[in-house]
């Protein structure tokens, strides 16, 4: 049952082959059994779980269940779940049990869908590791001594464990995609606005967003089609008619102009990954889409733009986090000022601590024109790249991430190092354009490589439509690591 | 591009953020070492470009001006830190 697509287990749950509540147990077997050395779920609450499993039994016998209904997910611990302990990886909310829910968090739990735990990550989503998490760093299942990339880590590394049905990730500069590309699945990042960020902790709110992360793209059309839609909560929320993801899944390809950016095979790309990326665009070909082309020359400003306008954005976000409503206090302080930095410089981490000190820095008088207006004009640039680069194709494709899993520490020393490691991810969240990685292949080490797939704003069913006829016609997205 | 130590414990200072000297002094290397990759920018000829501060081109929306959220006053003063009477409790501000 565990290799079953999301919807052959819909089915075989409506027709009663197998209950919710044996599903779920199932699932938290191989929680309890994994999890100790992978550390993909930072909390399970199994009684909490198996109630939600009952109360999908019911559904299901009184016939109102819907495509998720009784079927187990993981959710990444940056959504506050009602009762649920949220940490978003940090020391600063290690006693945060949410009073509410997040959007994403009632959509699932709506649809009937059980929630089996908080998934690990990068503390506040900043890292490409997990190794920032305060909770301890994921394993990489493929190979244990490697990250699972980040800082969706933990989804990925238990979606590819079989620790789920699939999760939820959130994207700011890659943290779907560049996991899904390390541990062997398949995620994407919606347009900028097609998911709620309501009960989301924010990192860069203008750059956030949620989404999908499993096995196969036609999983994620079904994830989608219950996580997407209007949300008045968020005022960056689009107003939109609701779409069928799957819609278009089934599509020929033929005649589909795949643009290829020459900057995306430059100087930095491991000859492993490009190899396996290579040869997935020429199983496209195959199936009848042309190869067009196309250069997105900003691509290399991305890297500094990002790493002023996402900082500036958490900068302001985590100035709530002050010790005084919610989460850390330090024990001991002197005045309400000495309170809060105490608080801060003891409950945040390194890495988010250094991100708030560029943020505030860039932000502050006499700096602002220099570096956060100059990155917002290159923001355009980089945007305007993607849409001279849409006149000639339909979609783009290259790595997800210059190399495979990298060693556990490997990186751990220079911030700067982990930055360039972005570079084929960033300038999607800059747009505000969809991505998503697909499995296409193993590199050096027998580690996974992702595909990344780029579509043009609001074409997510195009991008499933794409990803779901490459599924068609290869198995790389059904390999399991040894031992799972 | 190179940072001083009065830079960094002036920005640690305006982030709330309490650190040692010692602390200070590897920030201050590894934050040059990133404004040495941010530095790229300055390159950038951007005359007459319009900033962009979000990714879809939309106006900000309007809502009705009506109570949308009921009193929870109980259940979030449950996670704070020190509450006393209904009341968020912090060291002594006024004399």
């Known amino acids: ?484 | 591009m190179s940072l001083s130590t009065t830079d960094v414990e002036k920005v640690a200072r305006l982030a709330r953020l309490a650190m040692t000297p010692a602390e200070i002094e590897t920030a201050r290397s590894q934050l040059s070492g990133i404004f040495g990759l941010i530095e790229e920018m300055q390159a950038v000829d951007t005359k007459g470009i319009e900033p962009m501060s979000h990714a879809q081109d939309v106006a900000q929306r309007l809502r009705e001006d009506k109570v949308t959220e009921f009193n929870q006053r109980e259940a979030f003063q449950a996670i704070a830190p020190q509450v006393e009477g209904g009341l968020y409790l912090v060291p002594q501000v006024i004399e």
Not at chain 1, 49 to 76: H, N, S, V, W, Y
Not at chain 1, 140 to 147: G, I, Q, T, Y
Request: proline share 5%.
């Open chain 1, 1 to 484: 049952m565990i290799e079953s697509s999301l919807s052959q287990m819909g089915a075989a749950l409506r027709a009663k082959k197998i209950s919710s509540v044996e599903l779920t147990q199932l699932y938290l077997d191989r929680i309890a059994q994994l999890n100790p050395e992978l550390n993909a779920y930072i909390t399970t609450r199994p009684e909490a779980t198996l109630a939600q499993a009952k109360a999908a039994d019911a559904r299901i016998a009184a016939g109102t269940a819907e495509a998720l209904t009784g079927i187990p997910f993981g959710q990444k611990d940056i959504f506050c779940a009602k009762d649920w302990l949220t940490t978003c990886g940090s020391k600063m909310l290690h006693n945060f049990v949410s009073p509410y829910d997040a959007h994403v968090i009632s959509q699932f739990n709506n649809a009937g869908a059980v929630n089996l735990g908080k998934t690990n990550m990068d503390e506040f989503a900043m890292g490409s590791s997990n190794e920032t998490s305060h909770y301890g760093s994921v394993k990489n299942p493929w190979d244990k001594a490697r990250v699972p990339g980040g800082s969706s880590g933990g989804t990925a590394s238990a979606i590819a464990a079989r620790l789920c049905a699939a999760a939820t990730g959130t994207d700011t500069g890659g943290s779907i995609r560049q996991p899904a590309a390390l541990c062997g699945i398949s995620g994407l990042k919606p347009t900028y606005g097609v998911v709620s960020r309501y009960g989301m902790i924010a990192f860069a709110s203008s750059l956030d967003q949620a989404g999908p992360m499993g096995r196969n793209a036609e999983d994620l059309a079904l994830m989608l089609n219950t996580m997407a839609g209007f949300d008045e909560r968020d005022s960056t929320s689009l107003q939109r008619d609701k779409e069928d993801y799957a819609r278009d899944l089934n599509k020929p390809l033929n005649g589909l102009r795949i643009g290829i950016p020459k900057e995306f095979f430059a100087e930095g790309l491991g000859s492993d990954v490009a190899k396996a990326v290579e040869a997935a665009i020429a199983e496209y070909k195959k199936m009848g889409a042309v190869i067009v082309d196309i250069s997105l020359p900003n691509t290399r400003l991305s890297i500094p733009v990002y790493y002023v306008l996402a900082p500036a954005e958490a900068s302001s976000n985590l100035s709530r986090f002050d010790g005084v409503r919610y989460g850390y206090r330090a024990p001991e302080y002197t005045d309400l000022a000495d309170m809060y930095e105490k608080s801060r410089a003891q409950g945040f981490g390194a890495e988010v601590q250094r991100r708030i000190m560029i943020g505030t820095y860039v932000l502050s008088h006499g700096y602002y024109d220099a570096y956060y207006l100059q990155a917002q004009k290159i923001r355009r640039l980089i945007a305007q790249d993607f849409v001279e680069a849409y006149k000639h194709c339909d979609v783009i494709m290259g790595p997800t991430s210059p190399s495979t899993a990298f060693k556990l520490g490997e990186k751990g020393d220079d911030p700067v190092q982990m930055y360039l490691s972005d570079i084929y991810t960033i300038a999607v969240n800059l747009a505000g354009l969809p991505g998503m990685s697909i499995p296409c292949g193993f590199g050096d080490n027998n580690m996974p490589v992702g595909l990344q797939i780029i579509g043009n704003y609001f074409d997510e069913a195009r991008m499933l439509n794409v990803a779901h006829q490459y599924q068609l016609a290869t198995d790389w997205h059904s390999r399991a690591p040894q031992g799972i």
